[in-house]
């Protein structure tokens, strides 16, 4: 079975300039997850989707982060403009049972802001 | 929201040693898992346990969610145990995964 996928690995870019990382679930998995995990602490969540809606974007920074869901299955998360405290790995994760079933993470990908 | 603390925040192993990590939460839970996180920075998952007592080869874990802790337990560690433990619960009146600060262990052969 195919796990998480992530996309890109790592991207470097200047402050004020966009970024754009994708996610594609395991397969039947109906919620997915945005994790922000700066170094040195532990994930935090910017986003949870169950299919294509939104069930908590409470702790996403709306003014500069955006993320989709279109069709419920892959998801894309956006940040215009970068700013130097974004530089994190965005991590995705899904599962299969809502917010009480087993977590699976990808790889996550690597941001750096100069 | 809900509080996770986990503990030591660092650890120092001997190849072959055992060790505790503990990680407590402040309100009821309906979901509890631990990862590991390689060096990589690749997040493993090692236990779903909201209660009771799993194992897994070298490694067990038990939570006790009426006193709100859970125990990661390694046995004769092994330097592919090192990395970062991470404890994430979920609320039992809530929809998300909240992660603990991290345990870094750090395996010497």
């Known amino acids: 079975e195919a796990g998480v996928a992530q996309s890109p690995r790592y991207k470097i870019i200047e402050k004020r300039q966009s970024v754009a990382f994708w996610c594609n679930p395991i397969s039947g998995h109906a919620t997915l997850y945005w994790y922000q995990q700066i170094l040195g602490q532990g994930p935090k969540l910017l986003i949870q989707f169950q299919n294509n809606g939104v069930v908590d974007d409470s702790q996403l920074p709306k003014d500069r982060f955006s993320a989709e869901r279109l069709k419920g299955v892959d998801s894309t998360l956006k940040i215009q403009p970068a700013k130097l405290e974004d530089s994190a790995v965005y991590l995705c994760?899904?599962?299969?049972?809502?917010?009480?079933?087993?977590?699976?993470f990808g790889e996550g990908s690597r941001l750096t802001v100069l | 929201g809900i509080q996770v603390e986990q503990s030591p925040p660092d650890l120092i192993l001997q190849e072959g040693a055992n060790s505790t990590l503990r990680c407590n939460f402040s309100?009821?839970?309906?979901?509890l898992q631990w990862f590991h996180q390689n060096p990589w920075g690749q997040l493993i998952n090692l236990f779903y346990i909201p209660s009771g007592t799993k194992q897994n080869g070298r490694l067990s874990a038990t939570t006790v969610a009426t006193e709100r802790y859970s125990l990661l337990y390694i046995s004769s560690s092994q330097t592919t145990d090192s990395g970062v433990y991470f404890c994430a619960v979920g609320e039992a009146a809530g929809n998300k995964l909240t992660f603990g600060g991290g345990t870094r262990v750090l395996v010497k052969p």
């Open positions: 309100d009821s839970v309906n979901n």
């Open positions: 994760a899904s599962t299969s049972g809502g917010y009480t079933g087993e977590l699976f």
